[in-house]
Every structure is written in C-alpha cells, then in structure tokens.
C-alpha cells in the first residue's frame, strides 16, 4: 500500500484542527503518515530540545535512539541543514546513526514553526533499500508545514 496524499494531508488537517500543542500535533502525524504506507518502517518526530540537540519525540515502531546531536547522522543533518535528507542507502550516508540495524533507506524533513526555526526532523525509515522519492519528500513537507507552520 502507497500514501494517498491528498487523502492523509485531510485526515491530518481535520484532526489537528485547532490543535495547538506540538507534541499531540506530532503524535497525530506520526501515526496517520505510518500507517498510511507499507514502505514506512518507523516513523517519528526527533525535537529540538536544546542547541544542536535532538531528543526522541512521539514515534511509531521499534524503538529509536534517545539522543541525536546535530553533528551526527542524517537527523542531525536535518537539523544543521534546514533541508530534507533523502537517503537511499543508510551505509552510504557518511556517519549514519544505525539506531535499528533494519533500516536500508531513510528520508528525513526539517519541521519549521511560524518563525522558520527548524523545532524537530520527522524522520522516516525503510527497511528497503532506495525506498522514498522526491514526491514523497515535497507531500510530506507540505503537510509538515501546514500542521506545524500555521
């Protein structure tokens, strides 16, 4: 099964509506965008919750790493960057975090509030290689930023 985007961008907007409180925001998101594609082994949000410092948010799947500075792995890079991380081979990814040793392939979109600060990353993992495309990159952005950019 493949995302309807169109579909989970208005289940998203209907059941965040009004919602102001980012960690519900982020767990509603996580468990609709998980549940919506086959490809989407685990799926979560990593919040900045201090400088260069990411801390696991709400999350569906095994578990995921508790800690992610921004100098390290492709969250990190999210996070340093401002800009979406599309990887289709984690072992390539230059110092790539293997928080599940199941992951083949990962994307990774910076979430930015009303201000343009990057607040968290809403990672995605596959455990096939070559997993996510450009589409999925730019669907994913638009609903990221219409939750959390409002």
């Known amino acids: 099964m ?4 169109d ?5 998203i907007a209907s059941l965040t509506e009004g919602e102001t409180d980012e960690v519900a925001l982020m767990a ?3 468990c609709e965008v998980h ?3 086959d490809r989407f082994d685990w799926t979560g949000f990593y919040r900045v919750t201090e400088p260069e ?3 696991i948010g709400p999350y569906q799947g095994g578990h995921g790493c508790l800690v992610i500075p921004f100098a390290r792995g492709v969250c990190g890079a999210a996070a340093r960057t401002g800009e979406v991380q599309l990887v289709p081979d984690v072992d390539a990814f230059p110092g790539h975090i293997a928080c599940a040793s199941s992951t083949r392939s990962e ?3 910076p ?4 201000g343009g600060e990057v607040i968290a990353v809403f990672d995605i993992d596959s455990n096939q290689p070559d997993a996510f495309t450009q589409e999925d990159a730019n669907a994913l952005s638009t ?3 219409q939750v959390f950019a409002r």
């Open 2 to 5: 493949r995302a309807n985007y």
């Open 7 to 11: 579909t989970l961008a208005t289940t």
């Open 28 to 30: 509603t998101v996580t």
């Open 35 to 37: 549940h919506s594609d």
């Open 53 to 55: 410092l990411l801390k």
């Open 107 to 109: 994307l990774v979109l």
């Open 111 to 114: 979430v930015f509030n009303t």
């Open 143 to 145: 609903i990221l930023s």
